[in-house]
T-cell receptor
C-alpha cells in the first residue's frame, strides 16, 4: 500500500508562503499525486493534482521532483481562510487491483493574523 | 456542479441499533466511497463500490456493510452499532475508475452511538 507521510501541523501568518511536503513510497509509474483541503464540518475538496515537475492553478502550486517520492504543496500569500487540513493522497494499490485512494492523516495549517 | 448528499448531518443512535447512512450523487459517477474520520487518524476508507451491486473492502470494513442497488446511491450499514463507531462519516464519488480521478465529497454525517 502506497503510504504518505506529511507533517501533523504547521503555523503561518497572513501573507506568507506556505509549503507542505508529503512523502510517498512505492508510488507507481503512472500514478498522480493529489491534494485536498478540508474545512471544519465539511468534506474535503480537490485543490490540485500533478504527475511530475510543477503544476499551478489559481489556488496553489504543486512541485514534484524527478524521483516522485515526495511532493510539495505551495500556497502563496496565505490568508486566514486558508486555515484547514490539507491531505496528500497516495495513488491506488496496483497489485491487488484496488482502485481507491488512501488518505493520510493530513496537515493542519493554522494561519494567524 | 457535482452534488453529493448525505441523508443526515447529525445522528444519535443507541448501542445495538441497526444504522443506515445514505449517500446520493447526481452526476452519474461510477465509483462511490465511504470513509470515517476521527481526530488524529485522518480519513480511513471503509468500503467502496465501482459499479452497481459491486463492492470492495477498504482499510477498516469490520462492523460495516454496504449496499449499492442503484448507481446514484451508496448506503453504509452498521448492523449493530457500537460506541467505537461514533465518528464522522464521509461519502465520496468519482466519475472514472482508476483511483486518481477527483473525489467529490458529501458534507458528512456525525454519528454518535450511546
Amino acid at each position: 500500500l502506497a503510504k504518505t507521510t506529511q507533517p501533523v501541523s504547521m503555523d503561518s501568518y497572513e501573507g506568507q508562503e506556505v509549503n507542505i511536503t508529503c512523502s510517498h513510497n512505492n508510488i507507481a509509474t503512472n500514478d498522480y499525486i493529489t491534494w485536498y483541503q478540508q474545512f471544519p464540518s465539511q468534506g474535503p475538496r480537490f485543490i490540485i493534482q500533478g504527475y511530475k515537475t510543477k503544476v499551478t492553478n489559481e489556488v496553489a502550486s504543486l512541485f514534484i521532483p524527478a524521483d516522485r517520492k515526495s511532493s510539495t504543496l505551495s500556497l502563496p500569500r496565505v490568508s486566514l481562510s486558508d486555515t484547514a487540513v490539507y491531505y496528500c493522497l497516495a495513488p491506488p494499490v496496483v497489485d491487488t487491483g484496488r482502485r481507491a485512494l488512501t488518505f493520510g492523516s493530513g496537515t493542519r495549517l493554522q494561519v494567524q493574523p | 456542479d457535482v452534488k453529493v448528499t448525505q441523508s443526515s448531518r447529525y445522528l444519535v443512535k443507541r448501542t445495538g441499533e441497526k444504522v443506515f447512512l445514505e449517500c446520493v450523487q447526481d452526476m452519474d459517477h461510477e465509483n462511490m466511497f465511504w470513509y470515517r474520520q476521527d481526530p488524529g487518524l485522518g480519513l480511513r476508507l471503509i468500503y467502496f463500490s465501482y459499479d452497481v451491486k459491486m463492492k470492495e473492502k477498504g482499510d477498516i470494513p469490520e462492523g460495516y456493510s454496504v449496499s449499492r442497488e442503484k448507481k446514484e446511491r451508496f448506503s453504509l450499514i452498521l448492523e449493530s452499532a457500537s460506541t467505537n463507531q461514533t465518528s464522522m462519516y464521509l461519502c465520496a464519488s468519482t466519475r472514472l475508475a482508476g483511483g486518481t480521478d477527483t473525489q467529490y465529497f458529501g458534507p458528512g454525517t456525525r454519528l454518535t452511538v450511546l
